[in-house]
């Protein structure tokens, strides 16, 4: 079994910093693109940030030079570094995954979301 297990919300002030990181276990043949995506109270999903194989980065324009997406192949990891955090980026934050399993079919892949809430 492939799952994705987010970390790393909580309750930070305007102006503030956290870091979000996503683990993908289970029986993985390999990572493709991965994703965080946020969904705000009363607000539909949207995409945040990406990463490609290659290492293509992209970014919603809301969080251009704010947040800095990265991957630690290796440990299977994604991570969101986000600063100068602002009252509307509060959202549930999940990790998305493009994964190819040993033994399944299924392609995408979700976390189940950790919570970034920013107030004072």
């Known amino acids: 079994q492939v799952q994705l297990v987010e970390s790393g919300g909580g309750l930070v002030q305007p102006g503030g910093s956290l870091r979000l990181s996503c683990v993908a276990s289970g029986r993985i043949f390999s990572i493709n693109r991965m994703d965080w995506f946020r969904q705000a109270p009363g607000k539909q999903r949207e995409l945040v940030a990406e990463?490609?194989?290659?290492?293509?980065?992209n970014y919603v324009d809301s969080v251009k030079s704010r947040f800095t997406i990265s991957r630690d192949n290796a440990k299977n990891t994604v991570y969101l570094q986000m600063n100068s955090l602002k009252p509307e980026d509060t959202a549930v934050y999940y990790c998305?995954?493009?994964?190819?399993?040993?033994?399944?079919?299924?392609?995408?892949?979700w976390g189940k979301g950790t919570l970034v809430t920013v107030s004072t």
């Open positions: 998305y995954a493009d994964i190819r399993a040993r033994t399944s079919t299924q392609r995408d892949y």
């Open positions: 990463i490609t194989s290659d290492g293509t980065m």
